[in-house]
């Protein structure tokens, strides 16, 4: 059975917006994250995580870097109840310094292939599934692939909302202040108990 996938962006969402996370200390949960995480974990969404982490093509950390700071990130949500049930991430950048990861390629946000990667490991009902995130190219992201987008105020969001969104062509389905407020609305409006259209 097909069940609805919440993905999420990472730096700016889930995470406190650093720039780049070229250390494991600068690696911060913004409040409520992992509350947000459980509370779609136990109203039967998919959580997964798509984010761009261009750094590494850039040259500013190794990949193996990447790897620690989302070992970390699970290692947090769980000791509060939560987890993501996956990780993709898009180490590439056209102009890299890094040969083996400066390329053109089809999973660099807003291109779809992140989403596609998640949709050929998990059955999802693409139908009823959202994109949260904190930029407008997560929006874009939203629309190529056929979700429902979320803009956080979060990270860039704020800014993105007011400068960038008016001029943009992908308009948000919803805009909340954080992540745990955009999975608050969600389950208010998931069809069964305990949704809109439940009891």
Not at 29 to 34: F, Q, R, Y
Request: charged share 20%.
């Amino acid at each position: 059975m097909k069940k609805p996938a919440v993905f999420m962006d990472r730096d700016g969402t889930i995470n406190e917006q650093m720039g780049y996370i070229n250390h494991i200390n600068r690696f911060i949960l913004l409040p409520g994250s992992a509350e947000a995480i459980r509370l779609l974990n136990r109203h039967g969404f998919l959580t997964i995580l798509v984010s761009n982490q261009s750094g590494v093509a850039r040259g500013y950390f190794p990949i193996d870097l990447v790897h620690e700071v989302h070992r970390r990130l699970q290692q947090l949500l769980q000791q509060e109840g939560a987890i993501l049930d996956a990780i993709f991430f898009c180490p590439h950048y056209p102009n890299g310094k890094v040969p083996e990861y400066s390329k053109t390629c089809a999973c660099r946000k807003p291109q779809t292939g992140m989403i596609k990667e998640a949709c050929r490991q998990f059955s999802i009902d693409m139908a009823n599934s959202f994109m949260v995130g904190d930029r407008c190219t997560d929006m874009e992201l939203a629309a190529r692939a056929g979700l429902k987008g979320i803009l956080v105020r979060t990270g860039y969001g704020l800014g993105d909302l007011e400068y960038v969104m008016p001029n943009f062509p992908h308009r948000p389905f919803h805009v909340a202040d954080d992540l745990l407020d955009a999975a608050q609305w969600l389950v208010r409006r998931k069809p069964g108990p305990g949704g809109r259209d439940g009891s």
